[in-house]
Nanobody, 122 residues
Framework: QVQPVESGGGLVQAGGSRRLSCVAS????????VAWFRQAPGKEREFVGG????????YYADSVKGRFTISRDNAKTTVYLQMNSLKPEDTAVYLC???????????????WGQGTQVTVSS
């Protein structure tokens, strides 16, 4: 079982950048797709983007396309979410999820981290 743990959240000014990390335990990390979701207070969990196990494909929500970049280092069992040009509406808890395939459908992911808070001030 792969268990992800997120880090890197914090307070950032609008227009700034932040990089989140998702470190996953387990030798089979490279066999899984990894996705980032976010959840703001009072809102439903939202797919941000994800990466396939071989890094051959990344996919992003329209709201972050061109601003966020996902990459992975299987040797370090880590996936990164580089966030640039941050906006106040990006404020949320960001969660990392691991699953057999890349999809926007949250229930398809078998393991979730606890999340890391990102707050973007205007």
């Amino acid at each position: 079982q792969v268990q992800p743990v997120e880090s890197g959240g914090g307070l950032v000014q609008a227009g700034g950048s932040r990089r989140l990390s998702c470190v996953a335990s387990g030798r089979t990390f490279s066999m899984y797709a990894v996705a980032w979701f976010r959840q703001a207070p009072g809102k439903e969990r939202e797919f941000v983007g994800g990466i396939t196990r071989s890094s051959s494909t990344t996919y992003y929500a329209d709201s972050v396309k061109g601003r966020f970049t996902i990459s992975r280092d299987n040797a370090k069992t880590t996936v990164y979410l580089q966030m640039n040009s941050l906006k106040p509406e990006d404020t949320a808890v960001y969660l990392c999820a691991v699953g057999p395939g890349l999809t926007q459908h949250a229930p398809a992911y078998s393991s979730w981290g606890q999340g890391t808070q990102v707050t973007v001030s205007s």
